[in-house]
Nanobody
Framework: QVQLVESGGGLVQPGGSLRLSCITSGSIHSFNAMGWYRRAPGKQRELVADITSGVSTTYADSVKGRFTISRDNAKNTVYLEMNNLKPEDTAVYYC?????????????WGQGTQVTVSS
């Protein structure tokens, strides 16, 4: 069973920075893509950023230029560097891994880490 464990959330003032980490129990080489989603209070879960096995990245418009997703294959870890944080970035952030095997899609999720941006 694949496990994803996030860390790095917390309370930060507007304009501040945080780095989220997600370590997997398996090799991230095996995943087609990994990414970060978030769910703010009263809102649906949304994609923040993802990175494919070919290192192609996608970002939500709201975070472009402020957030950077990266991966360290040797450490089986995916990162989300978040700069110039805004109160609207407040949410629970979830790590996600996508695996497609024999045309069957498998989604794996972490437990989530809280990010609160407030003065």
């Amino acid at each position: 069973q694949v496990q994803l464990v996030e860390s790095g959330g917390g309370l930060v003032q507007p304009g501040g920075s945080l780095r989220l980490s997600c370590i997997t129990s398996g090799s991230i080489h095996s995943f087609n893509a990994m990414g970060w989603y978030r769910r703010a209070p009263g809102k649906q879960r949304e994609l923040v950023a993802d990175i494919t096995s070919g290192v192609s990245t996608t970002y939500a418009d709201s975070v472009k230029g402020r957030f950077t997703i990266s991966r360290d294959n040797a450490k089986n870890t995916v990162y989300l560097e978040m700069n110039n944080l805004k109160p609207e970035d407040t949410a629970v952030y979830y790590c996600h891994a996508l695996d497609i095997v024999a045309m069957k899609r498998m989604d794996y999720w972490g437990q989530g880490t809280q990010v609160t941006v407030s003065s």
